[in-house]
């Protein structure tokens, strides 16, 4: 089959699968609350108990990350996101305040395009197809073409779960014959009504290009920072966990360390006795030139590897027992490739006087790149926290805990999820960990509630948002107040 064949088979795939998600949609929306959640609770269930299955079919597929650590991703994006989910209210009337004659009704958005990466491939197709069934959608999906395999038969298993229940056949489907016309035809489609963008930076800008509604997600590039008062050996212990789950592949994970001078060496003899090896000068130089491709981007060569495949690759020799490489840094910006993001096990460190110093840095790694992201705080310092917390350019700060982990709502009380918006400052068209809230819109019912008498009769401002009648004004200066407004209406 020729290129421009294969291109137009792709596009019409995609119509074809586009037009039964819509007629699946329509179904879908009539279906009530409780029959959503067996749906949902369906899928979840299949999804968790074929975990292992995906979770090493990934890693083979794409030879990034680790299976052990994919099988607790699935996991997370089955059995955790349903039970995080399953008693928000998604369909039909959802807030009915009858005393404030105010009423919101979800109203599902309709298809949602789920572009799907190949870092965290069975586990987002989970998490995308069940916040989009939750809220009342269909979905169809734009695989990775490195994933497409383990992309198929994840659709496959949660299909055949779902469809047992009542779910509408063609509500979840797969793009099979992957060109970039296809996934152009996808987002630009006029059955698509939003896009749920996980990728790189280029395919999320396509996505808000594309004249669609897109939640898209910026890249992650946080750094942590190691304040004096932290428990530094748990500190190191966390980052190391959290860096090298899965290799590395999520991106809220850790991509730079920042320490004070103070604590330095007690830091650096942490890392060591744990297991991150210190490059020398000579070496990171030749890691440097493997991080990124000519064009600036990531190198997917080093995407999810081990420290060793990594260290092979640039030509140096590592311990055995290394399990993340770091190196010392001064500087941030496109001549430094350390300090840009890197899904896979390679730290930058860096050094400062204070924690202003640190923090001003964060900023700067931030807005160059990252900002809108994640970043993390290992301190005992109430006080720094809330000087980060009012400063830095993030969505989530979080504090004493793994980046990785922390991020997606594993190990804190954020929302589980594997898209993660960055806000504005990122790009984005939120700052949530994206859930069914974000896949429904609300429709308001409210009642009139004041008479165009009653508005007139407003007519005074004293910043206190009390009308005159609250004021405590007694009866002969209520009657010197409305005397001086009718001469100043004279006026």
């Known amino acids: 089959m020729g290129l421009i064949d294969k291109d137009l088979v792709s596009v019409q795939e995609t119509r074809d699968l586009l037009k039964k998600a819509k007629e699946a949609q329509i179904e879908i929306a009539k279906l009530s609350q409780e029959e959503i959640d067996t749906i949902c609770k369906a899928m979840a269930k299949a999804a968790f108990d074929n975990r292992l299955k995906l979770a090493k079919m990934a890693q083979e597929e794409t ?8 099988v607790l991703k699935n996991a997370f994006a089955s059995r955790d996101l349903l039970n995080s989910i399953k008693d928000m209210k998604t369909v039909g009337i959802i807030t009915n305040n009858r005393e404030a004659k105010y009423m919101e009704v979800a109203v599902p958005v309709g298809v949602v395009a789920g572009l799907i990466p190949s870092t965290n491939p069975t586990s987002t197709v989970i998490y995308k197809a069940l916040i989009s069934i939750k809220a009342g959608n269909a979905i169809v999906f734009s695989p990775h073409p490195s994933a497409l395999n383990c992309i198929k038969e994840t659709v496959r298993i949660i299909n055949e779960a779902g469809k047992s229940v009542g779910l509408p056949d063609g509500a979840i489907s797969v793009i099979t014959t992957i060109t970039t016309q296809a996934t152009n035809e996808l987002m630009k489609n006029e059955n698509t009504k939003l896009i749920l963008a996980t990728g790189g930076s280029a395919m999320v800008r396509a996505a808000y290009s594309s004249g669609t509604p897109a939640i898209g997600v910026g890249p992650g590039n946080g750094p942590a920072f190691i304040e004096r008062s932290a428990d530094i050996p748990k500190a190191v212990e966390l980052i190391l966990e959290s860096k ?19 604590s330095r060496e007690k830091v650096i003899s942490e890392f060591k006795k744990q297991g991150g090896y210190f490059l020398s000068k000579n070496d990171a130089l030749k890691l440097e030139k493997y991080i990124l491709r000519p064009n600036g981007t ?45 899904l896979t096990p390679i730290l930058a460190f860096y050094t400062v006087n204070t924690w202003d110093e640190a923090r001003d840095l964060s900023i700067k790694i931030l807005n160059f790149e990252g900002a809108g992201h994640t970043m993390v705080i290992h301190t005992a310092n109430n006080k720094i926290v809330e000087d980060f917390a009012l400063k830095v350019p993030v969505s989530r700060l979080l504090i004493n805990c793994s980046a990785t982990l922390g991020g997606i709502g594993a190990t804190t009380n954020l929302r589980p999820a594997l898209t993660l918006g960055c806000g504005a400052i990122g ?52 009657i010197d107040l409305l005397v001086e407004r009718v001469l100043q209406k004279l006026k």
């Open 298 to 342: 990531m190198n997917p060569k080093i995407v999810g590897r081990t420290a060793q495949a990594i260290a092979e690759l640039a030509g140096i020799s590592v311990p055995e027992d290394a399990k993340v490489l770091i190196a010392e840094e001064t500087r941030v910006g496109d001549l430094a490739p350390f300090s840009r993001e890197k």
């Open 63 to 70: 030879g990034f990350g680790k299976w052990q650590d994919k």
């Open 244 to 262: 090298t789950f899965d290799n590395g592949t999520i991106c809220a994970s850790e991509q730079s360390i920042i320490v004070e001078e103070i």
């Open 427 to 478: 790009g984005s068209s939120t700052s949530d960990n994206v859930g069914p809230q974000n896949l429904f819109n609300l429709r308001r019912v409210v009642y009139g509630v004041r008479t165009l008498d009653e508005i007139r009769g407003e007519d005074k401002f004293d910043g206190s948002g009390k009308n005159v009648e609250d004021l405590g004004l007694n009866k002969d200066q209520l």
